[in-house]
Each structure stands twice: as C-alpha cells, then as structure tokens.
C-alpha cells in the first residue's frame, strides 16, 4: 500500500473539557480506547468516512484508537491513528466521524480530544508529550494558534510538552 503523503486537515473546531453537544452545549465525558475489528462496520467510506481505517488498522507499527463517550462505545466519535517513534509519537490520521463535521456537526471538541490523547500516549511512553505530524501548508497557522504546535519546517509540526501538558490539562484533568 503506497501511502499519499499529503499532511492532516482536520479542524480544531474548540478546545473542550471533552466534548461538547453544539446545538446544547452540553459536555459528555469521553473514553479512548483501542478500535477493533468489530468497530469496521462503522467506520467505512460507505458510512461518511473519509480514511479507510481498515487498511490504516492493518499497517502492524500504528495503532488505531477510537473516541466514544462515557458509556455509550458503540458510537465512535472519532478515530486516530499513532505511531510510537524512538523520540515522539506520530500522528499519521485524525478524523471526525461524519456527524461531527461541518456545519450541522452534532459535536465539538473531537480533533482537540483526539491530539490531546497522543500527548498523553506520549509521555506514557517516555517521549515527554512530543508528538510530530504533517499539516496541509495552508493549516500550519491554524495548528500554531489551536493546538500551541510549533513550525519546524516544510510540512512537519511538532506538538513539544509544554504545549502537550496544556492540552492534557484541558481533556485529562484528573
């Protein structure tokens, strides 16, 4: 499988304490876990989704983890797909499920809870929080503002701990 090398898209809509319901503002605890084989029925280009996460499940060094919220996991909210480096963890997709993008999206805060996450893998993995990923040029800005990711050139954006522990802070405060 040749992979297109293009750089991530995704929009940080709002930085939520998790996610937050747009049309009530309500917010929902979330959990993160790992996606399973069983989850495929859900997540295919017939359903809205844009990545075949299938394929992406089966490339053996990433790991693909699924965002639901607090008792209800059969509903995934989001999906991300990591690399753990000798240094950092990689970012290599992040995607919102198909309801929560757009302008009729029924949450905000996926994205943010997503890259929140891989900090948090991170530093459970000894990296210090470093997370790297590719961006499209024209959301290399976008990432600085949202997400406090730094410019190291090129394409290449890397998130460093002290941008990691504000997130973490803001999705993982326990």
Same mark, same amino acid.
Request: aromatic share 10%; no cysteine; charged share 25%.
């Given at each position: 499988?040749k992979?297109?090398n293009?750089?991530?898209?995704?929009i940080?809509?709002?930085?939520?304490n998790?996610?937050?319901n747009?049309?009530?503002?309500d917010?929902?605890? *979330?959990?993160?876990?790992?996606?399973?084989?069983?989850? !495929?029925?859900?997540?295919?280009?017939? @359903?809205?989704w844009?990545f075949?996460?299938?394929?992406e499940y @089966?490339?053996p060094e990433?790991?693909?983890?699924?965002? *639901?919220?607090t008792?209800?996991?059969?509903?995934i909210?989001g999906? %991300?797909?990591l690399?753990?480096?000798?240094?950092?963890?990689?970012?290599h997709?992040?995607?919102?499920?198909p309801?929560n @993008?757009?302008?009729?999206?029924?949450?905000?805060?996926?994205?943010?809870?997503?890259?929140?996450?891989?900090c948090?893998?991170?530093?459970?993995?000894?990296?210090?929080?470093?997370?790297s990923?590719l961006? @499209?040029?024209?959301l290399?800005?976008?990432? %600085?503002?949202?997400?406090?990711?730094?410019? !190291?050139?090129?394409?290449?954006m890397?998130?460093?701990? %002290?941008?990691?522990?504000?997130?973490?802070?803001k999705? !993982?405060?326990r």
């Open positions: 499988m992979e297109k293009e750089g991530l898209d995704f940080v809509d709002k930085l939520t998790s996610i937050e747009v049309i009530t503002g917010s929902f605890t *979330t959990e993160i876990s790992v996606l399973t084989s069983k989850d !495929f029925k859900n997540v295919s280009k017939e @359903k809205g844009l075949n996460w299938k394929e @089966k490339i990433r790991e693909v983890y699924k965002l *639901t919220i008792n209800n996991s059969s509903i909210q999906l %991300i797909s690399e753990i480096k000798s240094d950092h963890v990689y970012m997709l992040v995607e919102s499920a309801f @993008k757009g302008q009729s999206k029924v949450y905000a805060g996926v994205p943010g809870n997503l890259v929140a996450f891989a948090k893998l991170s530093f459970q993995r000894g990296h210090e929080g470093n997370v990923f961006s @499209k040029t024209q290399v800005e976008h990432y %600085i503002e949202t997400l406090g990711a730094l410019h !190291f050139g090129g394409r290449v890397i998130i460093d701990t %002290i941008a990691a522990l504000k997130l973490i802070k999705y !993982f405060p």
